[in-house]
């Protein structure tokens, strides 16, 4: 299974982006998607997930202000980013959970400016 990640880019602080991400290879169930992101000099963090029956969940430096999307039948996963700030920078990474094995997107980078 290969993920491939697209979207990210440079932004104005309270802009928006789009990211993406695509499954490809022998895909059986997924169980959940997510996006998660790594700031520099920080470890890696969840900023959301979905599950297959679309239970959603977010960190709460996000709520209200990003949403998670998610496509089983083509194996997608999206995320909408909002009134981004600057403290969103970081490297994105894609995340699907294919029991019982989590597979990695190779990362998307945001920046916030402000």
């Known amino acids: 299974v290969q993920l491939q990640a697209s979207g990210g880019g440079l932004v104005q602080a309270g802009g928006s982006l789009r990211l993406s991400c695509a499954a490809s290879g022998r895909i059986s169930s997924i169980n959940a998607m997510g996006w998660y992101r790594q700031a520099p000099g920080k470890e890696r963090e969840l900023v959301a997930r979905?599950?297959?029956?679309?239970?959603?969940n977010y960190a709460d430096s996000v709520q209200g202000r990003f949403t998670i999307s998610g496509d089983n039948d083509k194996n997608t996963v999206s995320l909408q980013m909002n009134s981004l700030k600057p403290e969103d920078t970081g490297v994105y990474y894609c995340?699907?959970?294919?029991?019982?094995?989590?597979?990695w997107g190779q990362g998307t980078l945001v920046t916030v400016s402000s």
């Open positions: 995340n699907f959970y294919i029991w019982p094995v989590h597979y």
């Open positions: 979905i599950t297959s029956g679309g239970s959603t």
